[in-house]
């Protein structure tokens, strides 16, 4: 059994672009709460092995694939998932002090987000049918823009929580978080990829970074922020975002150059045939 610490002050200062790890068993560190306010962290189990978390701080447990038993506050569920892309998540969240535990059934992983919080709330297991997933931009700009939005649990289901969770599936050679938008409040985008071979590109202001399979991107408060996907690649990215004391996340603000691209009607160019 691998006793869980939390990921806070194991990593050096942090560049925006965290390149993809070397996923070994047990617990991988990727971004530590100075840099953006969250502890993040890719959990790998085999078959029988189990990981207890840190208790002081809230969390949310994500499964990525696999199949496990998870335990908090004398509850047990089950949970299994083989598909980042055709399946909604299982998410475990809770705040702290409540014990969590995870055991693999089969090979596994899953993310480990952890923030302070000292606000209590009950422990709460959202199963794939009570994400909300919306396809989001299906008629703006051709399609173009077309991409699947899974808010696992913000502002409205989790007030008291300090984290805000989802994922998106951005379709191949298509944008998502488009146009740019940014908020007051730190956020970080975890990518994978359909292919191992798949790449995609992320904005941060006026810097653009490739990106690649099992990369983390860390978005300062404030930084306008969008994706785009390699043609032939579809581009899963885990979104979290740190809420602030007296000013948690509820809605972007879109860049102000290209928020015109969201008026009906707007007037793109388009070839004539």
């Not at 208790?55 to 047990?76: K, N």
């Not at 299982?90 to 705040?95: E, F, S």
């Not at 997933?133 to 077309?146: F, I, K, N, P, S």
């Amino acid at each position: 059994m691998s006793r869980g610490q939390p990921v806070t002050g194991a990593l050096g200062p942090q560049a925006p672009l965290v390149r993809a790890p070397e996923r070994g068993a047990g617990l991988t560190p990727i971004t530590r709460q100075a840099r953006i306010g969250i502890d993040f962290g890719l959990l790998r189990l085999d078959a029988g092995e189990s990981h207890r978390c840190a208790e002081g701080l809230e969390t949310a447990l994500l499964l990525l694939d696999g199949d496990v038993e998870l335990r908090f506050g004398g509850a047990l569920a089950e949970a299994e998932r083989r598909s980042l892309l055709d399946e909604e998540p299982t998410v475990l969240h809770a705040p702290a002090g409540v014990p969590l535990e995870v055991t693999a059934r089969r090979p596994s992983e899953l993310a480990l987000l952890q923030v302070e919080n000292g606000r209590g709330f009950a422990a709460r297991l959202f199963r794939p049918e009570q994400v909300a997933c919306e396809q989001r931009g299906e008629g703006l700009l051709d399609g173009t823009a077309h991409r699947v939005v899974r808010t696992i649990f913000d502002g409205t289901s989790r007030p008291e929580a300090n984290l805000v969770l989802g994922e998106v599936v951005n379709l191949p050679g298509r944008w998502s978080s488009y146009p740019p938008h940014h908020h007051p409040q730190p956020e970080l985008y975890h990518y994978r990829f359909s292919d191992p071979r798949g790449y995609g590109h992320g904005e941060l202001g006026d810097e653009v970074l490739k990106l690649r399979d099992g990369d983390t991107l860390l978005i300062d408060p404030g930084k306008d922020h969008a994706q785009t996907a390699a043609p032939g690649y579809a581009m899963y990215y885990l979104w979290a975002i740190r809420n602030l004391e007296g000013a948690p996340y509820t809605t972007p603000e879109f860049s102000e150059e290209h928020r015109w691209l969201l008026e009906s009607g707007a007037a793109v160019w388009r070839p004539r045939r």
